[in-house]
């Protein structure tokens, strides 16, 4: 599996091209999200030259994993599209607290949703990859919007999780801001995706 991280310049134009491509597949055909896209190509306001994107690919060099980091002082996702998730607590805004988003691996494992054991283990892998460049950039903490299954998960991978606020019900799922502390030394344990069903 080979991992690559950087800025839309940092990547080619067909690589941009599949990891969308990509997006679209997994969040608008697989998982039913109402987003708005063009050409079957998954992209918003927030796919911007400051983005940080992680992708995994296989070594057919096909994209089977993606995710998307923005630092908090700066517009992002949670923030923009999700307020409520914050309840009374101020939306963050700091370099040192970094938004994950439109986070996939495999054939659908997400952070909170079930999928296929290679899929978990390949989101453990690509979240210990965030949470490195993350650090790397000088963040402590990862947030995102996140379905309730994730705290399982995440403690169960001997990570620190907590709710920003009590979740709330969104398109007919319970979704809460869930805060992660960055351990750049974290590494998951093969163990850990096996009751990933969120």
């Given at each position: 599996?080979?991992?690559?991280?950087?800025t839309?310049?940092?990547?080619?134009?067909?690589?941009?091209?599949?990891?969308?491509?990509?997006?679209?597949?997994?969040?608008?055909?697989?998982?039913?999200?109402?987003?708005?896209?063009?050409?079957?190509?998954?992209l918003?306001?927030?796919?911007?030259?400051?983005?940080?994107?992680?992708?995994?690919?296989?070594?057919?060099?096909?994209?089977?994993?993606?995710?998307?980091?923005?630092?908090?002082?700066?517009?992002?996702?949670?923030?923009?599209?999700?307020?409520?998730?914050?309840?009374?607590?101020?939306?963050?805004?700091s370099?040192?607290?970094?938004?994950?988003?439109?986070?996939?691996?495999?054939?659908?494992?997400?952070?909170?949703?079930?999928?296929?054991?290679?899929g978990w283990?390949?989101?453990?892998?690509?979240?210990?990859?965030?949470m490195?460049?993350?650090?790397?950039?000088?963040?402590?903490?990862?947030?995102?919007?996140?379905?309730?299954?994730?705290?399982?998960?995440?403690?169960?991978?001997?990570?620190?999780?907590?709710?920003?606020?009590?979740?709330?019900?969104?398109?007919?799922?319970?979704?809460?801001?869930?805060?992660?502390?960055?351990?750049?030394?974290?590494?998951?344990?093969?163990?850990?995706?096996?009751?990933?069903?969120?």
């Amino acid at each position: 599996m080979e991992f690559i991280a950087g800025t839309v310049d940092s990547f080619t134009a067909d690589v941009l091209f599949d990891m969308a491509r990509y997006r679209h597949e997994i969040f608008v055909e697989k998982l039913g999200w109402k987003l708005d896209t063009r050409g079957r190509l998954e992209l918003d306001e927030f796919d911007r030259k400051d983005t940080i994107y992680l992708i995994a690919r296989n070594p057919d060099g096909e994209i089977v994993g993606t995710s998307r980091l923005l630092p908090t002082h700066r517009p992002y996702l949670l923030a923009s599209v999700f307020p409520q998730l914050l309840g009374d607590s101020p939306a963050p805004c700091s370099p040192d607290i970094w938004e994950l988003s439109r986070f996939a691996a495999g054939e659908g494992a997400r952070l909170g949703m079930g999928g296929d054991p290679h899929g978990w283990t390949l989101a453990l892998d690509m979240l210990s990859i965030a949470m490195r460049t993350v650090a790397d950039k000088g963040g402590r903490r990862l947030i995102c919007a996140s379905p309730l299954g994730i705290e399982r998960i995440l403690r169960r991978a001997g990570l620190c999780a907590h709710r920003v606020a009590p979740p709330v019900l969104v398109e007919g799922q319970h979704l809460f801001a869930c805060l992660i502390d960055v351990d750049k030394n974290w590494c998951p344990h093969r163990d850990h995706h096996a009751d990933a069903t969120g």
